[in-house]
């Protein structure tokens, strides 16, 4: 299956700044675009929800951040120098210390046919269907890509930190889907 064919739902990286965060100066800076709940975080995270690029980040006190919601790898990869510098903007001079590090992309794609989950469950021991617990089959591949498969042949993979991964999943499924 062509990649172009696969649709980004979400991607997660993680990326460290150069020193600690005032989290509650970003949080007053940005208010609008922040949730900084001291009842829950206490004072040692602050939530930025960003429009464009569509994302949000995860800011801890000690520099960590956890950047989620993107819609490309691309967004995801840039996403370390486009918080850096907004934070400069704002007075507080960071720089990246590590670099931007994709966790996990989930992808959907639809494979234009009905699939009979039943019968790949039972043609396939790796491929797990409980109807009464959840409506999808679960396929957990050796490369670390979880398929959900529906019925409607609709499909949901995650667990990759690469697209090329989720590309080499997808026509898997499809070659067991065509030996059926």
Known sequence: MPEALLSIKNVVATFKLNKKIDVG???????????CN???????VVV??????RMSFLIYGTGSVVCCGAESV?????????????FRKIGINVK??????IQNIVASANLDTKI???????????????????????????NNVTILLF??????????????????????????????
């Open 48 to 53: 930025l929800k960003v429009e464009r690029p």
């Open 116 to 142: 009979n989950l039943r019968k790949i469950a039972i043609e396939n021991t790796e491929i797990e269907y409980e109807p009464e617990q959840f409506p999808a089959a679960i396929w957990r591949m050796p």
């Open 38 to 44: 001291k009842n829950v975080f206490r004072k040692k």
């Open 96 to 101: 990246l210390l590590t670099p931007v590090e």
């Open 25 to 35: 100066k970003v949080h007053k800076a940005f208010k609008k675009e922040s949730t």
């Open 151 to 180: 019925q409607s042949g609709k499909v949901i993979c995650a667990g990759s930190k690469n697209m090329k991964d989720i590309v080499s999943a997808v026509e898997t499924l499809k070659g067991k889907l065509i030996g059926e």
């Open 74 to 86: 691309k967004d995801a990869k840039e996403s370390g120098n486009y918080l850096a510098k907004r």
